[in-house]
């Protein structure tokens, strides 16, 4: 009913209003209408909007696994665009469910999520997402690529906002500065002991003792000092096994 209902709205709208419209306004509109459809209207991805489906989210209901197999790689815009119709739709489809009726918990995971993000709707789902048993599963490479992909310089709070709405983050093995900078900063900081000191003369005996109480000098010094310190420093992050022979096919994280 509720598919009816939007496309009886549709066609109104092409069949009725926009007939009556001024002709350089008709033409922007139908400019903008084709270019957004003719990634599906043509290619291989073309028999997957044209034809009836034989899937639809609401299989998930059932405890089914659903793969979407588009990769951006391979089908471009195409793929973006069905990818993101169907997170969309699944996040709409678990947030309007009931929840006692359908109580298994829906997981959504998307792989390379920089090309698929909705940053404003993620944080809205988000934000209700566990009382809806909604699991959202996000991986990227690193902060960079998010920024970037979302448009570059001038979207860091929109992606420090997104980030902000996962309340668990697994860190990988990571080159990237400002990703691992990041990572550390989520880990804290706390008070940590630094010792430090001078040889002096190398044939002197320390006593720890006559330094502590400022006795005889011997040349040797040591000092310690408590200072603000990151729990797991930027340094640590790229140490992280990466799987493989080399690493026992073993992946670390933090």
């Known amino acids: 009913k509720h598919g009816e209902d939007e496309l009886a709205y549709f066609c109104d ?5 926009i007939p009556n419209l001024a002709q350089n306004t008709r033409t922007g509109i139908m400019a903008q209408v ?27 209901l059932e405890g089914k696994i659903v793969i979407v197999a588009c990769p951006t790689l391979v089908y471009r815009g ?46 809205a789902t988000q934000a209700v ?12 490479q690193n902060i960079p690529l998010l920024i970037a992909t979302l448009g570059g310089p001038g979207m860091e709070k929109e992606v420090y906002s997104w980030l902000a709405n ?12 400002e990703t691992n900078r990041y990572a550390s900063e989520l880990c804290g900081r706390s008070r940590h002991i ?36 990151a ?11 990466k799987g493989g022979d080399q690493f026992d096919y073993t992946v670390t994280a933090i």
């Not at 996962?166 to 500065?177: G, L």
């Not at 720890?208 to 010094?221: A, F, I, N, P």
């Not at 729990?231 to 096994?241: A, I």
Request: hydrophobic share 40%; proline share 5%.
């Open 13 to 17: 709208f092409f069949l009725q209003e």
């Open 194 to 229: 630094f010792f430090g000191g001078s040889p002096g003369n190398a044939l002197s005996e320390y006593d720890l003792l006559e330094d502590v109480m400022g006795m005889k000098k011997s040349g040797v010094t040591m000092n310690w000092h408590e200072q603000d310190f």
């Open 34 to 60: 084709l270019l957004t459809l003719d990634p599906f209207m043509s290619g291989d991805l073309t028999h997957l909007v044209t034809e009836q489906s034989t899937v639809t989210p609401d299989v998930l």
């Open 231 to 241: 729990d797991v420093p930027e340094h640590v992050f790229p140490t992280l096994w």
């Open 166 to 177: 996962f309340s668990t983050k697994i860190f990988c093995a990571n080159h990237c500065t």
């Open 78 to 123: 195409a793929g973006k665009s069905i990818q993101s119709v169907w997170i969309l739709e699944t996040q709409r489809l678990a947030l309007r469910r009931d929840v006692k009726k359908y109580s298994i918990p829906i997981a959504i995971l998307s792989d390379e999520c920089q090309e698929t993000i909705l940053p404003r709707v993620d944080a």
């Open 129 to 140: 997402g566990r009382s809806a048993k909604l699991i959202n599963v996000a991986i990227t």
